[in-house]
Nanobody
Framework: QVQLVESGGGLVQAGGSLRLSCAAS????????MGWFRQTPGKVREFVAA????????SYADSVKGRFTISRDNAKNTVNLQMNSLKPDDTATYYC????????????????WGQGTQVTVSS
């Protein structure tokens, strides 16, 4: 069992930065791949970024590539999403998710989810 709690969301102007964190409880964090997804009202949840259990593999959606960076600290049971050069289109509720070992793009592959944190980017 893995419990996830996101933090770090907020209101920021376009061009600004935010750092989201996801704190995980449970002894299996170091064997979990972690993903970040986002969702706006009326739209499906979309993949943002993911990192493998070891941290050696990462993947990003094309829309955030070069602006967002995912990282993890297995000693602290945390995964972070550094978001730079934010755009109004990045406005969404951001969720972290966990699954065993290898990263995946499909939300259905993830077993555990946090409650989400709101990111609002003003123009």
């Amino acid at each position: 069992q893995v419990q996830l709690v996101e933090s770090g969301g907020g209101l920021v102007q376009a061009g600004g930065s935010l750092r989201l964190s996801c704190a995980a409880s449970g002894r299996t964090f170091s064997t979990q791949a972690m993903g970040w997804f986002r969702q706006t009202p009326g739209k499906v949840r979309e993949f943002v970024a993911a990192i493998s259990w070891s941290g050696r593999g990462t993947s990003y959606a094309d829309s955030v590539k070069g602006r967002f960076t995912i990282s993890r600290d297995n000693a602290k049971n945390t995964v972070n999403l550094q978001m730079n050069s934010l755009k109004p289109d990045d406005t969404a509720t951001y969720y972290c998710a966990a699954r065993p070992y290898n990263l995946e793009y499909n939300e259905r592959a993830y077993d555990y989810w946090g409650q989400g944190t709101q990111v609002t980017v003003s123009s």
